[in-house]
């Protein structure tokens, strides 16, 4: 079968190269892909936002699978075009990927669904947010309503700098993003990631992750759209897992299929385990990216049959996905600047070497340049390992970072540090 992957990031450098391994792949083409993604896949010049385009490349190609990577395309109804067009796509529907989309349609059905989650109220101009303020205790949080790269979100520790994030967002600082805001409890607790595989009926548990959305050692400095992360989450233990899947996951599922917007693809749950249990914090419609990178190190199973298998609705032929005991750990290489204006053209070399100390070194942002590997994006490379403990992964992924010459580029240094210092207790 031929494949068509749609993205250019770390996370769809290690799907192609799942994807690629599988007997079911003959060709694989990337769109628009990266030099990473290159070593596994014929590149292919297709803008996913040009619907008609991509149905052609499809027909032309007889592509069986298309594997969309990030949230755009999603919420731009990519996957609706190719279902109506008879291709069988991984992606949820653009009603579907509203559950990414806007975060009040996720908060108005955890509330229908009776999902835990933060107290919530939706409001559409600076006024109405500061008047619906009152009732919120501090830290309270601002939220834009639709996609904004992770920026989206203001942790307000006075009513000031609250009013001024109000302020911010409907000024227009994130565009149509900020036309609507939620305003939100804030909640306490560690954050933990959960994926699970849905074709809108059968639900496949897909692992546990932790990030690392700060900037900094320490999770210091502003968010970023994640330094580094690890798999499995053991804070997640298999009794939260239990009730992130009937309490969250299930009703989700149900909720959206009741209400005609089945959601088929990957549900990325981000959560927060509260001292009254795991609540959610918000839905991707997507895979995780690092988290992506680490699931997919871990992963048994053929990736082809599996998403093959959402796409076609067959999702209860298999039931179960084979995860590696062993954990995985990425750390993110960035460029210099990041999350600011990241420093493009930096040249890179060394991954050899680090790939032969045994980590995988997936591309996020790199371009080549007259045969020379250079960044061209914030986040850069992707360098991850596996290991019998979270503290042997990272130590053979910092190894590996050490190979790397990219003196452009900076990483965060305690990746993975809760669970570490959790393992050094038991
Ligand atoms: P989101 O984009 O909704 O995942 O939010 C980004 C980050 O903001 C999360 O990973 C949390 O660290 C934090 N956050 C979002 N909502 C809340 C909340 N209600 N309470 C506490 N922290 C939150
Ligand atoms: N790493 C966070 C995300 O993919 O949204």
């Given at each position: 079968m031929n494949i068509l992957?749609?993205?250019?990031?770390?996370?769809?450098?290690?799907?192609?190269?799942?994807?690629?391994?599988?007997?079911?792949?003959?060709?694989?083409?990337?769109?628009?892909?990266?030099?990473?993604?290159?070593?596994?896949?014929?590149?292919?010049?297709?803008?996913?936002?040009?619907?008609?385009?991509?149905?052609?490349?499809?027909?032309?190609?007889?592509?069986?699978?298309?594997?969309?990577?990030?949230?755009?395309?999603?919420?731009?109804?990519?996957?609706?075009?190719?279902?109506?067009?008879?291709?069988?796509?991984?992606?949820?529907?653009?009603?579907?990927?509203?559950?990414?989309?806007?975060?009040?349609?996720?908060?108005?059905?955890?509330?229908?669904?009776?999902?835990?989650?933060?107290?919530?109220?939706?409001?559409?101009?600076?006024?109405?947010?500061?008047?619906?303020?009152?009732?919120?205790?501090?830290?309270?949080?601002?939220?834009?309503?639709?996609?904004?790269?992770?920026?989206?979100?203001?942790?307000a520790m006075t009513r000031a700098e609250a009013e001024a994030a109000l302020e911010d967002m409907f000024s227009g600082s994130f565009g149509d993003a900020g036309a609507e805001v939620v305003i939100e409890e804030f909640m306490t607790g560690e954050e933990a990631s959960f994926f699970a595989l849905t074709d809108g009926t059968s639900i496949l548990p897909f692992g546990s992750a932790q990030d690392h959305k700060r900037v900094g050692d320490g999770d210091t400095g502003p968010n970023t759209g994640g330094m580094g992360a690890y798999s499995p989450a053991?804070?997640?233990?298999?009794?939260?897992?239990?009730?992130?899947?009937?309490?969250?996951?299930?009703?989700?599922?149900?909720?959206?299929?009741?209400?005609?917007?089945?959601y088929s693809g990957v549900l990325y749950a981000g959560l927060m385990l509260t001292p009254t249990g795991p609540k959610l914090i918000e839905y991707n419609a997507r895979f995780g990216d690092p988290e992506c990178q680490v699931l997919m190190m871990r992963l048994q199973d053929d990736l082809v049959t599996l998403l093959l298998a959402v796409a076609q609705g067959k999702l209860a032929q298999h039931p179960t996905v084979t995860l590696s005991a062993d954990s995985a750990l990425t750390v993110v290489m960035a460029a210099n600047g990041y999350p600011g204006t990241p420093e493009k053209g930096g040249s890179i070399t060394g991954i050899e070497t680090a790939e032969a100390a045994g980590a995988k070194v997936f591309h996020a942002g790199t371009s080549l340049v007259s045969d020379t590997l250079v960044a061209s994006g914030g986040r850069v490379l992707n360098v991850t390992a596996t290991g019998a403990t979270v503290r042997e992964a990272q130590a053979k992924a910092y190894a590996a970072v050490d190979a790397i010459d990219f003196a452009t580029g900076f990483c965060r240094r305690d990746i993975g540090w809760r669970e570490i210092e959790r393992e050094a207790v038991a």
């Open positions: 992957l749609l993205g250019s990031g770390g996370r769809e450098h290690a799907l192609a190269w799942k994807l690629a391994q599988s007997p079911a792949c003959d060709t694989l083409f990337a769109a628009p892909g990266n030099p990473g993604i290159a070593q596994h896949s014929v590149l292919v010049d297709l803008a996913a936002t040009d619907h008609a385009a991509v149905l052609a490349f499809c027909a032309d190609q007889r592509i069986g699978l298309v594997v969309i990577g990030p949230e755009a395309p999603l919420v731009d109804g990519l996957a609706d075009s190719l279902r109506e067009a008879g291709v069988p796509v991984f992606g949820p529907s653009r009603l579907a990927a509203q559950l990414e989309g806007s975060k009040g349609f996720t908060k108005d059905l955890c509330r229908r669904a009776s999902i835990p989650t933060a107290g919530y109220v939706r409001v559409t101009s600076k006024a109405e947010g500061i008047g619906a303020l009152a009732p919120f205790g501090l830290p309270v949080v601002i939220k834009a309503d639709g996609l904004a790269a992770g920026k989206g979100v203001i942790i053991p804070v997640l233990t298999p009794a939260l897992e239990a009730r992130v899947i009937g309490e969250i996951i299930k009703p989700t599922v149900a909720t959206m299929a009741a209400e005609g917007m089945p």
